[in-house]
């Protein structure tokens, strides 16, 4: 009977705890986002590591490009890096030396201090799941690829790079630019998922899609302790990213984050379920007619200083700013108020494969609790 009783006072108290108590031991229907529950509910995903690319959403799409019998699988077992001639176990080596479809995992825990950027060729999947991996200093530029996914990597204290040769794709040595010290930077790049990532403490942006860069989904990131943290667009005069169609969906942005979360230029934007915890200027901001929909986000607003989520860039020579620039179902807390502008309502139009459900904002703390690289660990664990 005293067994009985400890039983019930037990079951009792968990039930009081919620399901936040359990997450990653008995998960519950609702404890995962969309994305996550695609995959996060297999405990044998360690040796089904390329049933996530079936589980993207928003405008990457599904990532099934990247996996297939195809692919070669290849695993990080050296943390140094030499950017000219990479040695075999390490990250550059696979990223740059692997011809073909490559899908990128980790032996074990490793901080990696790149000497020189990376450049990310097309087809390659590095996911970190399974290993804490730090990347930091040179990091990473996707230039002119395609079907890339970046996962569940911690990549901060980006520098400035000078210009120089370093081993790019395909095992070409390639002449660079000055890199500005992005964590990770797109150019003119399509069909890239950015997903599980914790990014912050750069010397420039920590995402970056430019040069006519289209079909991106960026998921499930944590961005904190940054000022301009997230740009889309590359500059007033670059009319190319007017095609630009970017998703950004169940990420955490804050603490400390300032502004660019994100700011848009030209193109679109699908803004939603994100959190947002407080900002210095403005949370999202837009120049040059781009089209932003803000949906169901959550906005806590700081306890001093701007209240005001939009920042709308006004050219005082063309009078051009920002066109649509729409709330829906957004919660606002701590004060916070949307400036809405534009006069048409501003829609995705996903397809069959994009298409992902829009939950509350109000569940928007429990659906990125979770936003950041996970800790994913051995043989029959939840992720």
């Not at 306890?303 to 860039?313: A, L, Q, R, V």
Request: hydrophobic content about 35%; some cysteine.
């Amino acid at each position: 009977m005293a067994s009985k009783m400890v039983y019930i006072a037990i079951f009792s108290i968990l039930l009081a705890m919620g399901p936040e108590s359990c997450l990653g031991k008995r998960p519950g229907r609702a404890a995962f986002n969309s994305i996550d529950g695609c995959w996060r509910r297999n405990p044998n995903w360690l040796n089904n590591r390329e049933d996530i690319a079936k589980c993207s959403a928003g405008f990457a799409g599904k990532m099934t490009n990247n996996i297939g019998e195809d692919v070669k699988k290849y695993v990080v077992t050296d943390p140094t890096d030499n950017p000219t001639s990479p040695k075999l176990g390490t990250l550059r080596y696979g990223v740059t030396m692997i011809p073909g479809k490559v899908w990128i995992s980790f032996q074990k825990d490793m901080f990696i201090k790149l000497e020189r950027t990376l450049l990310v060729g097309n087809y390659t999947t590095i996911d970190g799941r399974g290993a804490v991996v730090h990347i930091t200093n040179g990091c990473l530029l996707l230039y002119q690829v395609t079907n890339v996914i970046i996962h569940g990597l911690r990549i901060h204290h980006c520098r400035t790079q000078p210009a120089g040769p370093v081993m790019g794709p395909g095992a070409k040595l390639m002449p660079i630019s000055q890199m500005d010290g992005d964590a990770i930077r797109l150019l003119g790049s399509t069909k890239v998922w950015i997903d599980h990532n914790t990014l912050y403490r750069s010397e420039d942006g920590l995402i970056d899609v430019t040069l006519g860069s289209t079909n991106i989904t960026i998921s499930n990131n944590w961005f904190r302790d940054h000022d301009k943290v997230m740009l889309l667009g590359h500059d007033d005069d670059y009319n190319d990213d007017k095609n630009m169609k970017v998703t950004v969906v169940y990420n955490r942005f804050g603490p400390n984050c300032n502004q660019r979360m994100p700011r848009v230029r030209h193109g679109y934007a699908h803004v939603a379920n994100n959190l947002y915890l407080g900002w210095e200027i403005y949370a999202i901001g837009g120049s040059m007619n781009p089209s932003v929909k803000s949906q169901s986000n959550l906005f806590v607003a700081p306890k001093t200083g701007s209240k005001e989520i939009i920042m709308s860039i006004i050219d005082k020579k063309t009078g051009k700013g920002l066109s649509n620039f729409k709330s829906v179902g957004d919660v606002l807390e701590n004060g916070a108020s949307f400036k809405e502008t534009g006069s048409g309502y501003v829609k995705p139009n996903y397809n069959k494969e994009e298409k992902f459900p829009v939950e509350s904002g109000n569940s928007v703390r429990k659906l990125t609790r979770s936003a950041g690289a996970l800790r994913c660990r051995g043989r029959g664990s939840i992720c």
